[in-house]
């Protein structure tokens, strides 16, 4: 059994900096490191979607996932870091984020 997780995010609301955004996420130009890295952590499938400048990304994550765990592992993974680095040039917190807190969680409130 697997467990989904759904988050949201703000990018900076300007064209070029969204444009590259884009850019960054296509296949191509994803860094293997970052892809190694979600996948060493227990997501077998992520997605990001975007409409305008939200940012909404669903995780399918094996049923041992730990957040937490991936936060550390993340902490400690120098190309990581550089990666989110790079990535909040785009990003902006959701005014409701918490203190350092990046994608926020989403809750579910409704299924079929």
């Given at each position: 059994m697997n467990k989904?997780?759904?988050?949201a995010?703000?990018l900076?609301e ?12 296509k ?9 190694k ?12 979607y975007?409409?305008g ?10 049923i041992d996932?730990?957040i ?5 592992q993340?902490?400690?993974n120098?190309?990581v870091q550089?990666?989110?680095q790079l990535?909040w040039?785009?990003?902006?917190p ?5 203190e ?9 409130i409704?299924?079929?």
């Amino acid at each position: 059994m697997n467990k989904r997780q759904c988050f949201a995010l703000d990018l900076k609301e300007d064209p070029l900096l969204i444009a590259e955004y884009d850019f960054w996420h296509k296949s191509a130009n994803g860094w293997p490191e970052i892809r190694k890295s979600i996948i060493d952590n227990k997501i077998l499938d992520m997605q990001i979607y975007r409409t305008g400048n939200r940012l909404f990304m669903i995780m399918e994550t094996s049923i041992d996932f730990n957040i937490e765990e991936k936060a550390v592992q993340d902490a400690a993974n120098p190309k990581v870091q550089e990666w989110e680095q790079l990535m909040w040039k785009f990003q902006q917190p959701l005014p409701w984020a918490k203190e350092g807190e990046k994608w926020v969680s989403m809750a579910l409130i409704f299924q079929l």
